[in-house]
């Protein structure tokens, strides 16, 4: 019975020292995927960015344009 005990102590810092690994490897994991998706929103809000000073530029041709079509001035 004693040399169960002894055993059986004897593994618990060994069990704890393999969970610490799993939980820091996991978390090394996540740490790595969170970036991952952080990179490919930023993308994403970059595409919009642009997409939005496009819309800008348009909107902005199109004021143009009718102006000039008013105006008369058919030759640019």
């Given at each position: 019975m004693l040399a169960f005990q002894t055993l059986s102590r004897r593994r618990?810092?060994?069990v704890a020292g393999?969970?610490?690994i799993l939980f820091i490897?996991?978390?090394?994991?996540?740490?790595s995927r969170s970036r991952d998706l952080q990179m490919r929103?930023?993308?994403e809000?970059?595409?919009l960015d642009e997409l939005?000073?496009?819309n800008d530029d348009l909107h902005q041709l199109s004021i143009i344009?009718?102006?000039d079509l008013n105006a008369g001035?058919?030759?640019w």
């Amino acid at each position: 019975m004693l040399a169960f005990q002894t055993l059986s102590r004897r593994r618990w810092p060994l069990v704890a020292g393999v969970l610490a690994i799993l939980f820091i490897g996991y978390g090394m994991n996540l740490v790595s995927r969170s970036r991952d998706l952080q990179m490919r929103i930023n993308h994403e809000v970059a595409l919009l960015d642009e997409l939005s000073h496009i819309n800008d530029d348009l909107h902005q041709l199109s004021i143009i344009h009718r102006v000039d079509l008013n105006a008369g001035q058919h030759r640019w």
